[in-house]
């Protein structure tokens, strides 16, 4: 795989330098940048896939920094700010993420990883259609990695999990009754228990992509029918 690049801008250099190096150690290429202005002069030349960015910065500060990126690229951008006040006002302007200082590596991380996983997906704001992904809203089935991909963040599924969700992925609208799914997923003929079988795997399918999963808006249940993927644009 294509190493990926990520930008980091901060007037301080030693914050550009620990960031850099705990990126590197991710293995991500990593370029730098100290306020606004070398921002932007280094997303003319060289092609980057994420931009770190802090928001106080001397000169073209990260705000104003934010608001000429985006005239011009797609790419996702986090906010790095001590001022969580300002979280609500840079979501606004265009940014992708917000991360308060101090904060931890592993969260950093865990919030690139997220970013750059939906950015690839959705091809920079629009679905890709490559054979390899099924898209249904915010909701992508990566066929080729067996894990679906919900708001931008990975959601790892069993065997039968993932089974289930392509089928009904694959079929959007289409109503599937208990038996047909078991028979599909599991490859065996249903007997009177399977329902609650897949009644189980279902339960378990969303909890891991619905934001509610009391209240489902993808895989939703016909009483008396079965179960079907709620299709969206």
């Not at 990126?23 to 770190?52: F, H, I, Q, S, T």
């Not at 079929?171 to 997923?185: D, K, L, S, T």
């Amino acid at each position: 795989m294509e190493q990926e690049t990520i930008l980091v801008v901060d007037d301080h250099r030693e914050i550009v330098y620990s960031i850099s190096e705990l990126l590197k150690y991710e293995n991500y290429r990593v370029l730098g940048a100290y306020n606004g202005k070398e921002a932007l002069e280094v997303l003319e030349r060289e092609p980057v896939d994420l931009v770190l960015l802090d928001v106080m910065m001397p000169g073209l500060n990260g705000l104003s920094a934010l608001m000429k990126l985006r005239e011009r690229w797609k790419i996702p951008v986090i906010i790095l700010s001590a001022r969580t006040e300002e979280s609500d006002k840079v979501s606004g302007l265009g940014a992708d993420d917000y991360i308060s200082k101090p904060y931890q590596p592993a969260e950093l991380i865990a919030r690139i990883q997220a970013q750059l996983r939906r950015y690839h997906v959705w091809g920079g704001g629009q679905p890709k259609q490559d054979g390899e992904l099924l898209i249904n809203g915010a909701l992508a089935l990566d066929k080729k990695q067996r894990v679906a991909v919900v708001d931008g963040k990975e959601v790892r599924l069993t065997a039968k999990e993932y089974g289930i969700l392509l089928l009904l992925m694959e079929h959007p609208g289409q109503v599937f009754p208990a038996e047909q799914i078991y028979e599909r997923v599991w490859n065996e003929e249903a007997d009177f228990a399977v329902e609650n079988t897949v009644m189980v795997h279902i339960r378990h399918i969303r909890e891991k992509i619905e934001i509610d999963a009391k209240n489902p808006r993808y895989v939703k249940v016909v009483w008396g029918i079965g179960y079907k993927m709620e299709r969206y644009d």
